[in-house]
């Protein structure tokens, strides 16, 4: 089903892309009402999907390999559901609020794939479902309308970046969007393309080709293999993709980050790459993020910006999608 970017629907997911194949679905709620409106949600998967009201599980409960668990005031937790559900089963939590500590937190459990707010739910549960159920995860296309057209641009050197950098700049000031949306956009721009040029970049045994070359000097050397980098605007909506050809990042690596820059608010490790803290500041400030990796071969990350509103501000969305790592749903 495609998406649609007007809608304010707001996710976190973290999912592994392997196709859902006949798995059966659960869907766990604080009433009726809202189990069996999840419920319509996921009604045009081919397959079965049983509802129950509350956290405590059923029998069988290895017979599902995705649960949608929404909490509320007779669901406060899902560790009940978690604790007896299979250990390579899809997760999807639909929470009352969300931040990036509700992220790092969730993300401790690797079978909770999804963080949704309940704000626009159905539509959020019906793109993650068609997601699993079709395994296709790489593009900014389906995220936006067919009319809308996609600037794209190749890097290679430092040079390249400052202009792509520059052609964002001055298409969003044209468009006449707002000062703080457009320097949101440079920011989370600028960053996402110094990870994929000089994080990224991985040598046959896995080790960081710039791990050892100080920030300055980085400028000097090309990327060895080319960056994509991506951005359209749909009305007052900028969306932006940086793409690079390592799928050196892992999930782990955005769990790791998040959870360090939370607890300390201080400088991630490798201090020279500074990319963890890079991430958590796009995290913080993008209104969807969404990841998507093939390891070893390529590794994409999807910004969407708005102007939020009283309603809507922060993280609305985070997904991250692993393909082909040998999880069968």
């Not at 649609?4 to 996710?11: A, E, G, H, K």
């Not at 955005?254 to 890079?278: N, W």
């Amino acid at each position: 089903m495609p998406l649609d970017p007007t809608n304010t629907w707001r996710i976190v997911s973290f999912y592994s892309g392997c196709p859902l194949s006949k798995a059966r679905v659960l869907v766990a709620a604080s009433s009726k009402t809202r189990a069996a409106s999840l419920g319509k949600c996921v009604s045009f998967l081919p397959r079965k999907v049983d509802r129950i009201v509350g956290g405590q599980p059923v029998e069988s409960m290895t017979n599902y390999r995705f649960l949608i668990c929404e909490l509320g005031p007779h669901l406060r937790s899902p560790a009940r559901l978690l604790a007896a559900l299979r250990s390579d089963a899809h997760v999807a939590l639909i929470l009352p609020t969300l931040d990036v500590r509700l992220i790092a937190h969730h993300m401790r459990d690797e079978r909770v794939n999804h963080l949704m707010l309940r704000s626009g739910t159905c539509e959020a549960v019906q793109s993650v479902a068609e997601k699993l159920e079709s395994g296709a995860i790489f593009g900014l296309e389906r995220y936006l309308p067919p009319s809308v057209s996609i600037n794209y641009r190749r890097l290679r050197t430092y040079e390249d970046r400052c202009e792509a950098l520059e052609d964002l700049a001055r298409d969003l000031q044209e468009r006449r969007l707002r000062g703080s949306l457009r320097r949101a956009a440079a920011q989370a721009a600028e960053e996402l393309l110094m990870n994929a040029m000089y994080q990224a970049p991985v040598d046959e045994e896995g080790n960081r080709l710039f791990r050892d070359i100080a920030p300055s000097d980085r400028i000097h050397h090309p990327t060895p293999r080319p960056v994509s980098f991506r951005f359209a605007v749909h009305g007052k909506t900028v969306y932006l993709s940086v793409r690079d050809r390592f799928g050196s990042f892992q999930r782990a690596d955005l769990h790791r980050c998040l959870s360090r820059c939370v607890r300390s608010q201080a400088q991630i490790e490798d201090k020279k790459l500074g990319a963890g803290l890079g991430l958590y500041l796009v995290t913080s400030t993008v209104t969807k993020l969404v990841i998507n990796i093939m390891p070893g071969r390529l590794a994409e990350f999807i910004c969407v910006l708005d102007r939020p509103s009283q309603e809507a501000a922060g993280i609305q969305l985070l997904s991250v999608t692993t393909a082909d790592d040998g999880r069968r749903i």
